[in-house]
C-alpha cells in the first residue's frame, strides 16, 4: 500500500509507473456484515447507530471483469444511501447483492457475506479490465455511482431506463469508503484539476429516482 500511496503523492502519472506497481492481496474496506442485519431489529431508527454496525475489515481484492477499473481512493464521502445501508432500512442490501449475484458469473463476485459500502470516490485508476480503452492506470478520476449493464436495448439512449441499472455501492459491492474500489469504467470522470481529492469526492448531485426525468438527473442534494 505504502508504493502505492507514494506514487500518487509524488504527482507522477505516467502509466508506465501505475501499471509497474504491486497490488496487495487484500484491503481495508468499511463493510456492513450480513450475519448483522437483525442487530438493530426493535430499535427506533433514529436509535439505530451506524458505529455498532460499520467495520474496517481486511478483505481480498477481487479480480476485474470486463468494462471495469480498479481505483485506489483518495477520498470517499458519506451518501445517504450509505447511512440507509448502515442501518439496514428500508431492507437490508444483502438482498440486492444476492439478485446481483444471479446476474452472471462476474456479478458473482458482489454476492458476498459483508458489503463494502460508500457510492462516491476520487481516487486514481491502477487497473483497468478488458475492453477498458478510455482509461489508463495513473490517471486522476471521480466516479458517479450509476452502474448499467447496457445490454437491454431501452438504456441505449438514456442509460437511466436500463432494466440492469444499479446504485453502486448500495445495490453493488466494491464502494467507495475503501482502500480500493472497483467500478464500471463507464462511470469515472476525471477529476477537475481545481478541486482537492475530498472536495472531488462530495459531488453536488443525488440518486435521482428510477422514473425521474433527464431535467432532474443533476439535481443538488
Known amino acids: 500500500m505504502q508504493e502505492i500511496l507514494d506514487a500518487i503523492m509524488s504527482g507522477d502519472r505516467t ?3 501505475y501499471a509497474g506497481l504491486t497490488l496487495p492481496d487484500s484491503f481495508d474496506a468499511v463493510v456492513v456484515r450480513k450475519d448483522e442485519v437483525d442487530m438493530f431489529e426493535g430499535r427506533a431508527s433514529k436509535d439505530k447507530d451506524p458505529r455498532e454496525s460499520l467495520h474496517v475489515d481486511h478483505v481480498p481484492l477481487p479480480e476485474l471483469a470486463p468494462g471495469e477499473a480498479l481505483v485506489a481512493v483518495m477520498a470517499s464521502s458519506v451518501n445517504y444511501n450509505t447511512v440507509w445501508t448502515s442501518i439496514f432500512e428500508p431492507i437490508p442490501t444483502f438482498g440486492f447483492l444476492e439478485r446481483y ?16 459500502v460508500g457510492s462516491d470516490l476520487s481516487g486514481v485508476v491502477l487497473r483497468t479490465g478488458p475492453g477498458v480503452h478510455l482509461w489508463k492506470p495513473g490517471q486522476e478520476c471521480v466516479a458517479h455511482c450509476l452502474s448499467v449493464e447496457l445490454e437491454h436495448h431501452e438504456g441505449h439512449n438514456d442509460t437511466m431506463l436500463d432494466p440492469e441499472q444499479r446504485i453502486w455501492g448500495f445495490e453493488t459491492n466494491f464502494g ?4 480500493f474500489a472497483i467500478v464500471k469504467a463507464n462511470q469515472l470522470m476525471p477529476k477537475p484539476e481545481h478541486l ?3 472536495e472531488a469526492a462530495s459531488p453536488a448531485w443525488s440518486t435521482p429516482p428510477r422514473t425521474a426525468s433527464s431535467s432532474a438527473r443533476t439535481a443538488p442534494r
Request: net charge negative; no cysteine.
Open 15 to 17: 502509466e508506465e509507473t
Open 101 to 116: 449475484g444471479r446476474l452472471s458469473e462476474a456479478a458473482k463476485r458482489h454476492d458476498l457475506p459483508y458489503h463494502i
Open 176 to 179: 467507495g469508503l475503501a482502500q
Open 196 to 198: 482537492t481529492w475530498e
